[in-house]
Antibody, heavy 124, light 106 residues
Framework: DVQVVESGGGLVQPGGSRRLSCSGS????????MGWVRQAPGKGLEWVSS???????YYADSVKGRFTISRDSSKNTLSLQMHSLRAEDTAVYYC??????????????????WGQGTLVTVSS | DIQMTQSPSSLSAFVGDRVTITCRAS??????LNWYQQKPGKAPEPLIY???TLRSGVPSRFSGGGSGTDFTLTISSLQPEDFATYYC??????????FGPGTKVD
């Protein structure tokens, strides 16, 4: 069975930093395509960041320059380092695997396995 | 960025009803459209990818259609476990995914 587990959420002061971690079983977190999606309380889903092969990383404009996605191959984990946190970053953060599919000979992805989410609250 | 809209934002239905949700992209995304179901307090679960391909294990009462800018998710006969919020997501621009705002089915 495939499982994804996030950790690291909690209460952070505005301007502070937090590091989220994601581990998995049944697949290799450190080599599969992965992403982070967040959901503010009572709101919809917002893509945050994705990581593909090597250092191929992408970010939503709302977090670019403040968040960094990375892998630790030795621990088989994915991380999201968050700096300069704002109240609007308050959300449940989900780690999810990106599954590859092909259409018209082009490669695309969908999030196939998700963790249970970890809540980050930015407040003084 | 590609913007996604959904309609309606919410709908009320009964068990056994046929339900259709619409998703629209701000530009053509071919068939790079995915659908997710989310129940309260739970993580989203994928239902359909590539606009119309049912993910393994998803009941056949779910179906997806459309291409270009207009897409639909249809539940042919609503079951009690289908009351949830449904999100579409474009994967045409794989460098910047976007989700629709969601449709709550209650």
């Amino acid at each position: 069975d495939v499982q994804v587990v996030e950790s690291g959420g909690g209460l952070v002061q505005p301007g502070g930093s937090r590091r989220l971690s994601c581990s998995g079983s049944g697949f290799t977190v450190s080599s599969d395509y992965m992403g982070w999606v967040r959901q503010a309380p009572g709101k919809g889903l917002e893509w945050v960041s994705s990581i593909y092969s090597g250092d191929d990383t992408y970010y939503a404009d709302s977090v670019k320059g403040r968040f960094t996605i990375s892998r630790d191959s030795s621990k088989n984990t994915l991380s999201l380092q968050m700096h300069s946190l704002r109240a609007e970053d308050t959300a449940v953060y989900y780690c999810a695997r990106l599954s590859v599919y092909y259409f018209d000979d082009s490669e695309s992805y969908y999030f196939d396995f998700w963790g249970q989410g970890t809540l980050v609250t930015v407040s003084s | 960025d590609i913007q996604m809209t959904q309609s309606p934002s919410s709908l009320s239905a009964f068990v056994g009803d046929r339900v259709t949700i619409t998703c629209r992209a701000s530009q053509s995304i071919s068939n790079y459209l995915n659908w997710y179901q989310q129940k309260p307090g739970k993580a989203p679960e994928p239902l359909i990818y590539a606009a119309s391909t049912l993910r393994s294990g998803v009941p056949s009462r779910f179906s997806g259609g459309g291409s270009g800018t207009d897409f639909t998710l249809t539940i042919s006969s609503l079951q009690p476990e289908d009351f949830a919020t449904y999100y579409c997501q474009q994967s045409y621009n794989t460098l910047s995914f976007t989700f629709g705002p969601g449709t709550k089915v209650d």
